[in-house]
């Protein structure tokens, strides 16, 4: 028993010293936080639209973007830890020269003065102009009344639920391709395809059309609407300030100047705008 002893301080020793190696020996690093990589908003065409490097994003339709994104499940923190090309329904110049027509022609006296100019592709849904002059005015958000000449044409279509008293321009704009499309509405939207950095597919738009007005009646208030004045062959409503609403087979267009004054004001930003094109 007296030889274990001095082994067994020996031993014990030992313990307590690889016990205080260990107790000393500092923490591993925590991990390095996963990279922050780019998200790219792109026009129709491939162009760049928004870059969220440039930091956050400004516009009505940047923002719109990034929402409709966070209602498929893809937040923007979540596309930033895996990067991604976001490729939008929006045509770089059709945008570009309504914010010429509208910066030109409307004089925006406040920053709540509410004009904006709405397309939406009648076959797909996909909007193709999203532009508020203002912070107020942004098409998608704040209802607007609609005025009995924008509902006519749904009466008369036998359609009065297509609309309702109070929508947002994007939602008249949606309403009137349904006509341009022979009845069939699509839901309108700005997100075509997300791909992810690794090339890597994260979502492909799928259409879901829905009949809202028989064919041949929607080709019968199509024909009726091109015999409005001012409406130069097109199928169009107008003298319903503050809206000019109006459409061919390949583009719904709507027009809404809040303004008090110039009552033909929306009608020639809406002719203008569609000259450009």
Known sequence: MTRLLPNLGALLLVAVLVGAVVWLRPDPPPPAPAPVRDVVLQYADGSELWNSGEGRPRSHLERRVLAEL???GLS??????????????????AQTMAAAVVGRLVAVERGDRAASVTAVEPASGGVRVYLGLSRASDPGGEPA??????????????????????????????????LAGGGVRQQPHFVTTVTGADGS?????????????????????????????????????????PWTVGYTPQL??????????GTDLTRVVWQEFLASL
Request: charged share 25%; proline share 6%; glycine share 8%.
């Open 70 to 72: 966070a209602d498929l």
């Open 76 to 93: 923007l923190d979540q596309l930033r830890a895996a990067g991604g090309v976001v490729r939008t329904t929006v045509d770089a110049k």
């Open 145 to 178: 009344e609609l005025t009995p000449e924008v509902v006519r044409p749904f009466t008369d279509a036998g359609a009065p639920e297509v609309v309702r008293t109070m929508m947002s321009p994007l939602e008249v704009t949606a309403a009137y391709a349904a």
């Open 201 to 241: 597919q994260l979502y492909r738009r799928t259409g879901t059309p829905e009949v809202v007005v028989d064919r041949q009646v929607a080709e019968r208030v199509t024909a009726q609407l091109k015999e409005e004045p001012g409406c130069g062959g097109t199928s169009c409503v107008t003298g319903a300030h």
């Open 252 to 261: 719904a267009v709507a027009v809404f100047v809040d303004q008090t004054t």
